[in-house]
């Protein structure tokens, strides 16, 4: 199976560009990226014969400011998950404690954490991990 490497730009109003390098002439234009994939494929077909069944690589260009804005939220997102899941521990393990030790409510827990009673009992009911001493 030919595979063919595809270029995706943004150009003027909203638009993008389909270029196939290795293809003189062929191109197409779309309002959305997956139109332009769709279009890409039509325009190819006109080239060569193989179009319908070649595989296409795309590689999208960006301005690259976008690009880095791109990494700053991909960054931004990978810190967001890693709190979020050290915030589940940290509620679970509170809860549980505060219910077992403290002998707490689950009212009292959830007032004193700052959220609803039902997932303050959420936390407290979840199983904790044990400490492996290895």
Not at 97 to 107: G, N, P, W
């Amino acid at each position: 199976m030919k595979t063919y490497k595809v270029t995706l730009e943004p150009i003027e109003d909203g638009y993008w560009l389909a270029t196939v390098p290795s293809v003189q002439g062929c191109l197409t234009q779309a309002p959305t990226i997956s139109k332009v994939k769709r279009r890409i494929r039509d325009a190819l077909s006109l080239f060569v014969k193989d179009a319908e069944t070649a595989e296409l690589k795309f590689d999208v260009k960006l301005p690259k400011d976008f690009l880095k804005e791109l990494e700053q939220f991909e960054v931004a997102a990978r810190e967001a998950r890693n709190a979020g899941a050290m915030y589940q521990k940290f509620a679970e393990r509170l809860s549980r404690r505060a219910h077992k030790e403290l002998r707490l409510s689950v009212r009292e827990t959830a007032e004193l954490m700052g959220v609803s009673p039902q997932r303050a009992h959420q936390w407290a009911a979840r199983p904790g991990k044990k400490a492996s001493n290895g």
